[in-house]
């Protein structure tokens, strides 16, 4: 799961650093959708599934639900 994590940080850096090399704002924008973007769902289960697997107390992280109720 880390291995997953770390891979698609990469390929997310990867896109990115792609979109940003791109002068035309519109080009730029169409990069960040269609390639920078379609990453963050793969990091994010990648995530979600360390989340599950550590003990709260070990996660330095504030929790996606913990996000959603803090008021």
Avoid: Q
Avoid at 2 to 24: F, M, P, Q, W
Avoid at 37 to 51: M, N
């Amino acid at each position: 799961k880390i291995e997953s994590l770390l891979t698609g940080a990469e390929a997310l850096n990867a896109a990115r650093a792609e979109a940003e090399a791109e002068n035309d704002v519109e080009k730029k924008a169409a990069l960040y959708c269609d390639r920078v973007k379609p990453h963050f769902e793969k990091i994010r289960e990648s995530a979600d599934s360390l989340e599950l697997l550590m003990p709260a107390c070990g996660w330095p992280l504030p929790k996606y639900r913990e996000m959603l109720f803090l008021m």
